[in-house]
């Protein structure tokens, strides 16, 4: 049984976005594997090792868009494709995903597919059940352990608002998993160098035999949060409990309690 793992390439959490017109621009800022997909290639390299197969990943983006897919051949990933088109300009969640599963469903013998809870630039979270729907196959969402894994089935712990919920679900399917799954590997310098080396296959929209989904959600505007005027002032006093009452007079003071 063979796993994939799709990961996006995102601008550097600590990037300055700016909004003109319209446009989000990160300036020159690098972009690096959306952080969320690391635990996704952690989970996926886990389970290629405990059951055997391989782990290809796989991202769609521009042309020169293989950091991410670099990033996961380093951590240990045995093959990366990028998925890449000047027909997927513009594309939305429901192209992306049709792209996404036409992309898996090229690689042998998938048994499961995994994803990050969500991109760190978009922020949809809804890639991978969209995925799974066009592959008519199960999802498992936010998952934080996976119990048991086998040709069979999978069962898995998902973390909700109201706790801990045990699923279970045939194979092949779909598992986003969330921080809790477990740190993810640094890159070993074997690794580095050997994905250095890598040359990844670029599938265009004629390999995959789709042609580009029409989009259908639009973003009409997208603006700059409101500057906020933040003050900081320390607290200081002889001892603890004089500073927890001065802080304790001023929040009232500011009726925040
Ligand atoms: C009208 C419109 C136009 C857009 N135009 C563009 C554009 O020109 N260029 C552009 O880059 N984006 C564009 N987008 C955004 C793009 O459609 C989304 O980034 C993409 O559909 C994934 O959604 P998300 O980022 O919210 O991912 P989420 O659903 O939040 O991601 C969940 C998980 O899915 C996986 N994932 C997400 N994106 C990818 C990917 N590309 N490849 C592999 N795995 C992935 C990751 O594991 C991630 O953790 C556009 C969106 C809209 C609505």
Redesign the pocket.
Known sequence: MNIVV???QVPDSAAQLTVEGGNISWGEAPLVI?P??EY?VEAALQKAGDLGGNVTV????KADETEALKHSLAMGCNEAVLISDPAL?????V??ARV?AAAIAKVDDVGLVF?????I????????AQVARVLGWPTLTLVSAIDELSADGIKVERAIEEGRQVVKSRLPAVV?VIKDYGEPRYPSFMGIRKAARATIPVWALGELGIEAPA?V???PEVMAPQQREIATELITGGSPAEIAATLADKIMAEKVL
């Open positions: 799709c990961v996006k959306n969320w997909d996704a796989i991202s769609m983006g300009a513009g594309s939305d969640n192209a992306a996404l994803f990050g809870k969500q991109a630039d978009s922020d949809t979270g809804t890639l991978p986003s989009p959600v639009a973003w």
